[in-house]
């Protein structure tokens, strides 16, 4: 987590930071907890392009993809809030996202009908 800190740090404007917390893994077997935070970045990019530098970040740090959208993995970097509109459904279902994103001036109100 340190690493993807500083790889998006040296490859966005990072304006701010959630403090870690442990989680327990959902919907995967036996397997350990999970660290999750949450970073606010500015970019240039656009949502497609954003992601897809995510998912590179994600191979350089060693992530190795499965089909099986639950399994163990090294880091998960994912957009969940693009231009103040939350583009990730599971910020609606998993109360520490929520969590996070407060920490960072984000807060969630309701889902809308479209996710």
Same mark, same amino acid.
Do not use: H
């Given at each position: 987590? +340190?690493?993807?800190? /500083? #790889?998006?740090?040296?490859?966005?404007?990072?304006?701010?930071?959630? *403090?870690?917390?442990?989680?327990? @893994? !959902?919907? *995967?077997?036996?397997? @350990?907890? $999970? =660290?999750?935070?949450?970073?606010?970045? +500015?970019?240039? &990019?656009?949502?497609?392009?954003?992601? /897809?530098? =995510? /998912? *590179? #970040?994600?191979?350089?740090? *060693? +992530?190795?993809?499965?089909?099986?959208?639950?399994? @163990?993995?090294?880091?998960?970097?994912?957009?969940? !809030?693009?231009?103040?509109?939350?583009?990730?459904?599971?910020?609606?279902?998993? &109360? $520490?996202?929520?969590? &996070? &994103?407060?920490?960072?001036?984000? $807060?969630? /109100?309701? +889902?809308?009908?479209?996710?």
């Amino acid at each position: 987590m +340190r690493e993807a800190r /500083k #790889i998006l740090a040296e490859s966005f404007t990072l304006t701010g930071e959630s *403090g870690p917390i442990q989680t327990e @893994p !959902v919907g *995967g077997a036996n397997q @350990p907890g $999970f =660290l999750n935070a949450v970073y606010r970045i +500015r970019t240039s &990019l656009s949502l497609p392009g954003l992601e /897809k530098a =995510l /998912k *590179g #970040i994600e191979t350089r740090l *060693g +992530r190795t993809r499965t089909g099986d959208r639950y399994a @163990p993995r090294i880091i998960d970097l994912d957009v969940l !809030v693009w231009n103040g509109e939350i583009v990730d459904s599971d910020v609606f279902e998993r &109360l $520490f996202l929520q969590k &996070l &994103l407060g920490e960072i001036g984000v $807060f969630v /109100k309701s +889902r809308p009908r479209s996710l």
